[in-house]
C-alpha cells in the first residue's frame, strides 16, 4: 500500500506563489495517474490537477490553467504543484492521490490519499 504525504501548503497573499510536493512511500509499478485536489469546509473535493505515469500528459482544471503546473519526479516518487499567481479562491486543503483508472478528474477513482496541505491566500 502507497502512503502520500503532502507538504509546501501555508499563508500567501493573492499574487503570491507556493510550492507543494506529494512524496510517495514506495515506487509504484505500472500505468497510473497522479492527481491534486482540493476542498473547501462543506464542498465537494475538487479536481486541481493531473499528470501520467510517463510524465507526458498532464491535466488542469479551468480554474487553474496558465497559473499551476504539475510535474513528476519519478527517481524521488515526488509529484509537485508549483501554483502561481495565487487568488483567495484557490484556498483550500490541498490533497494529492494517486489512481490506475482512465478518470483522472474523478476523486472516487483515485485509491490512495495523502492527509492534505492547507493553503490559505490572503487579499
Known amino acids: 500500500q502507497v502512503q502520500l504525504v503532502e507538504s509546501g501548503g501555508g499563508l500567501v497573499q493573492a499574487g503570491g506563489s507556493l510550492r507543494l510536493s506529494c512524496a510517495a512511500s514506495?515506487?509504484?509499478?505500472?500505468?497510473?495517474?497522479m492527481g491534486w485536489f482540493r476542498q473547501t469546509p462543506g464542498k465537494e473535493r475538487e479536481f486541481v490537477a493531473a499528470?501520467?505515469?510517463?510524465?507526458?500528459?498532464?491535466y488542469y482544471a479551468d480554474s487553474v490553467k496558465g497559473r499551476f503546473t504539475i510535474s513528476g519526479d519519478n527517481a524521488k516518487n515526488t509529484v509537485h504543484l508549483q501554483m502561481n499567481n495565487l487568488k483567495p479562491e484557490d484556498t483550500a486543503a490541498y490533497y494529492c492521490?494517486?489512481?490506475?483508472?482512465?478518470?483522472?478528474?474523478?476523486?472516487?477513482?483515485?485509491?490512495?490519499w495523502g492527509q492534505g496541505t492547507q493553503v490559505t491566500v490572503s487579499s
Open positions: 514506495a515506487r509504484t509499478i505500472g500505468r497510473y495517474t
Open positions: 499528470i501520467s505515469w510517463s510524465g507526458g500528459s498532464t
Open positions: 492521490a494517486q489512481t490506475f483508472r482512465n478518470e483522472w478528474a474523478n476523486p472516487q477513482a483515485y485509491n490512495y
